[in-house]
């Protein structure tokens, strides 16, 4: 049992790129997020899917897409990457019912520098 | 005012030392309440989750004050493994987590 992995590590960009990071969860959770966390900022969330082929803006959505490929996977695109989006960014997955939503594990992190 | 406030800290206490974190939240729709631990340069990990009646778990005690909607952490005994930063977190029911940006410890020998 993996949990959630994140692909890839590290990486790095020049301003203009575009590159996808990968997510996938196998604790068959319904609902996947993926953050940023930036010194003295904390973890904000970017865009969340509630369930396979819903998505949702978070409080940072600008520079970014999302796609929910099926329930275990939730990417997310940088189409033309900007030295602003160097961070490190979480993904996470959780169940969520009417009374809350339960514990968020989270994958590793990429660490991305955008040069 | 921001959604979820933390004392940022640091917080360097030595070993054996109680500590209390403090944490406010600012939606009074809020229903479910947690701490998360996070050590350097890794993912936030599930420290406990905080219940109306307060909880304990080992070392660790958590407190939820739904009227002041304020929430608090207490360490006892303080471990030099337990130097970690300690992210308050709410939500409402079916939306996403709200983090604080975190209390940082250190605790010495």
């Known amino acids: 049992n993996a949990g959630v992995t994140q692909t890839p590590k590290f990486q790095v960009l020049k301003t203009g790129q575009s590159m996808t990071l990968q997510c996938a969860q196998d604790?068959?959770?319904?609902?996947m997020y993926w953050y940023r966390q930036d010194p003295g900022m904390g973890l904000r969330l970017i865009y969340y899917?509630?369930?396979?082929?819903?998505?949702d803006k978070g409080e940072v959505p600008n520079g970014y897409n999302v796609s929910r490929l099926n329930k275990r996977e939730f990417s997310l695109r940088l189409e033309s990457a900007a030295p602003s989006q160097t961070s490190v960014y979480f993904c996470a997955s959780s169940e969520v019912d009417g009374q809350g939503t339960y514990e968020q594990y989270f994958g590793p992190g990429t660490r991305l520098t955008v040069t | 005012r921001k959604e979820v406030e933390q004392d940022p800290g640091p917080f360097n206490v030595p070993e054996g030392a109680t500590v209390a974190f403090n944490c406010t939240y600012s939606?009074?729709?809020?229903?479910?309440f947690f701490w998360y631990r996070q050590d350097c340069r890794k993912e936030p990990k599930l420290l406990m989750s905080v219940y109306s009646s307060g909880n304990e778990d080992g070392r660790f005690t958590a407190q939820l004050n739904r009227a002041s909607q304020y929430i608090s952490l207490l360490i006892r005994d303080s471990k030099l493994s337990d130097s970690a930063t300690y992210l308050c977190v709410v939500n409402q029911a079916g939306t996403a987590l709200i983090f604080g940006k975190g209390t940082t410890l250190s605790v010495s020998s």
């Open positions: 939606n009074s729709a809020s229903q479910s």
């Open positions: 899917s509630a369930s396979e082929g819903t998505t």
């Open positions: 604790m068959n959770h319904n609902s």
